[in-house]
Each structure stands twice: as C-alpha cells, then as structure tokens.
C-alpha cells in the first residue's frame, strides 16, 4: 500500500518561496506509469491540480502556475517536492501530494499552508 505524507513550513510570508516535500512509502517513485502530483484547495474552493512529475521524471504543469512552481524529486529518499515562488495570500489552500496511473489512487493527508506576513 502506497503511503504519502507530505511535509512543510504551514506559514510562509508573501513574495517568498512555499517548498513542500512529499515522502512516499510502500512504494517507489520510479514505478512505470506513476504520476507524483500536488493539488491544493483554497478554502471554500474546489480542488486545483498544480502539476506532477511522471515515473521518468517528465514534469508537467498547471498553465496558470507553470511560471511560479517547481516540481522535482529525489529519488534516493523515494521524495518528491513542490516549490511556488512569489507567494501571495491567493496561495493559502490545503497542499496535497497524490499519486496513481490513471487516477489518484493514493493521497497524502494535507497540510495547510497560510500566506501571511
């Protein structure tokens, strides 16, 4: 069973950079036709998909945040982690690391993340 916990600051201050790391157990990241992704949900919205990296680690991303965010991975640690720069408090939303081959089959918890100075 795939497991993914995702780790990260809760707080960060406007203009910065937000970084979030996922660490996956039960299984690698490597496994053929994975996608590692990250989707958030502001509060009172709907769920966002950000982007993901595949199993080959090709990242894909969201058009509207392609210019500010990041997806790598670390394969040695089984992690993969999300970086959104330039953070405004329009970022805030519940971070989440997913993953799966055709759907999200495996979901980390969440951690919230507030923009704030």
């Known amino acids: 069973q795939v497991q993914l916990q995702e780790s990260g600051p809760g707080l960060v201050k406007p203009s910065q950079t937000l970084s979030l790391t996922c660490t996956v157990s039960?299984?690698?990241?490597?496994?053929?036709?994975?996608?590692w992704t990250w989707i958030r949900q502001p509060p009172g919205k709907g769920l966002e998909w950000m982007g993901h990296?595949?199993?080959?680690?090709?990242?894909y991303y969201s058009p509207s945040l392609k210019s500010r965010t990041s997806i790598s991975r670390d394969t040695s640690k089984n992690q993969f982690s999300l970086e959104v720069r330039t953070v405004t408090p329009e970022d805030a939303a519940v971070y989440y690391c997913?993953?799966?081959?055709?759907?999200?089959?495996?979901w980390g918890q969440g951690t919230w993340i507030t923009v704030s100075s």
């Open positions: 997913a993953a799966g081959r055709r759907s999200y089959e495996y």
């Open positions: 990296i595949a199993y080959d680690g090709t990242t």
């Open positions: 039960g299984g690698s990241i490597t496994t053929s036709y994975y996608a």
